[in-house]
């Protein structure tokens, strides 16, 4: 028995050029992710909701230490590439049981404390 459907073989093609065309459309201009992308996107996010939350406490217990004017003022006499250890190395930027410092709540919190008048 031989198949001879003159509409198949186009119909076939058809439909894996669809399924090509709709992919590309979908990831290109639908905003179609991967679940690895949707995850890191979810990550990043997640990160800099934590870091916005945090960077006023940062900030009030930079601001509740012994002689914080003074430590501002040290502060903005630092290196721009030195602020981010020293609110490291002074603790304000570590987060709840944690052990070291985030980093980009650091950054946050000196770029808040640079803006602080004492």
């Known amino acids: ?5 003159p509409w198949l073989k186009p119909a076939l093609w058809g439909a894996v ?5 709709t992919m590309i459309v979908g990831f290109s ?4 992710v991967l679940g690895s992308t949707a995850d890191r996107v979810a990550r990043e996010r997640t990160d800099a909701a934590v870091v916005s ?6 900030v009030a217990r930079f601001m ?7 430590r501002l003022a040290d502060l903005r006499q630092t290196d721009s590439w030195k602020q981010r250890e020293l609110v490291e190395s002074g603790g304000w930027a570590t ?24």
Do not use: D, H, R, Y
């Not at 028995?1 to 459907?5: D, R």
């Not at 050029?17 to 065309?21: E, F, S």
């Not at 509740?64 to 003074?70: G, L, N, V, Y």
């Open 1 to 5: 028995m031989s198949m001879n459907v």
């Open 17 to 21: 050029l669809g399924a090509v065309v």
């Open 29 to 32: 201009w639908l905003g179609w």
């Open 53 to 58: 939350a945090m960077t006023p406490g940062c």
């Open 64 to 70: 509740a230490q012994p002689k914080a004017a003074q």
């Open 95 to 118: 987060i709840g049981a944690e052990t070291s410092p985030n980093s980009a709540l650091a950054a946050a919190c000196t770029e808040q404390l640079l803006k602080t008048k004492a």
